[in-house]
């Protein structure tokens, strides 16, 4: 079946620092993978998208790449800040009237 | 900007009672969402609807219902509301399949 993991773990870091989230996934073959960051008591707000065919993508201090033979995504926040910390949560789409799948999410703490 | 609104932050209502959750977005978007957060299990998808007057069925559809009789409005219903159903339901919508999707704040809906 299908199956998209992220780490259930928190991850911890410190200020500064470069924080990497992992997104993986199984019997899939996703046209694009979306990243969100979601608040306590709030939706999810959209942050980047990558298509199958790019293996990476920016947007200020964000990066995501996308390996379709490991199947995973990384999804990199340099020079973080405490005001990066949130939950981040990955999504999968395939494609037509397909759905959209979203990961369980990573919660992450930037420690000052 | 996009804006995704919810009729309600928090409700509270009885076993058996009929609910009504409603979402309304302002961007014309063809397809709307509505999802269901509970820790651990991740954001699920109840239905989703790509067009007026149609709608398909996500991963948990036992027990709700959907109503789009308007572009800009997707309801969501509870028939019969159990204690199970206690959780966050968040609405979302997206211009297509494929693009990100805007989330409402969400609705925190007790069944007691």
């Known amino acids: 079946s299908q199956k998209i993991e992220q780490n259930s773990e928190a991850l911890n870091i410190q200020e500064g620092k470069t924080a990497t989230l992992t997104c993986n996934y199984t019997n899939y073959s996703p046209a694009y993978l979306q990243w969100y960051r979601q608040d306590p008591g709030r939706g999810p707000v959209f942050l980047l998208l990558i298509r199958e065919n790019e293996k990476e993508k920016r947007k200020e201090r964000l990066k995501v790449t996308f390996d379709t033979t490991l199947k995973q995504s990384l999804f990199h926040i340099t020079a973080s800040q405490p005001a990066d910390s949130a939950t981040y949560l990955c999504?999968?789409?395939?494609?037509?009237?397909?759905?959209?799948?979203f990961g369980t999410g990573t919660k992450l703490q930037v420690i000052p | 900007d996009v804006k995704v609104t919810q009729s309600s932050r928090y409700l509270v209502k009885r076993t058996g009672e009929k609910v009504f959750l409603e979402c309304v977005q302002d961007?014309?978007?063809?397809?709307m969402f509505w999802y269901r957060q509970d820790p651990g299990l991740g954001l699920r998808l109840i239905y989703f609807?790509?067009?007026?007057?149609?709608?398909e069925k996500g991963d948990i559809p036992e027990g709700y219902s959907v109503s789009r009789e308007k572009k800009e409005r997707f309801s969501l219903i509870l028939e019969s509301a159990s204690t199970n159903q206690t959780s966050m339901y968040l609405c979302a919508s997206s211009l297509e399949g494929r693009d990100e999707q805007y989330f409402g704040p969400g609705t925190r809906l007790t069944v007691t």
């Open positions: 961007m014309d978007h063809e397809n």
């Open positions: 609807s790509y067009d007026v007057k149609m709608k």
């Open positions: 999504a999968l789409y395939s494609g037509g009237y397909q759905k959209v799948t």
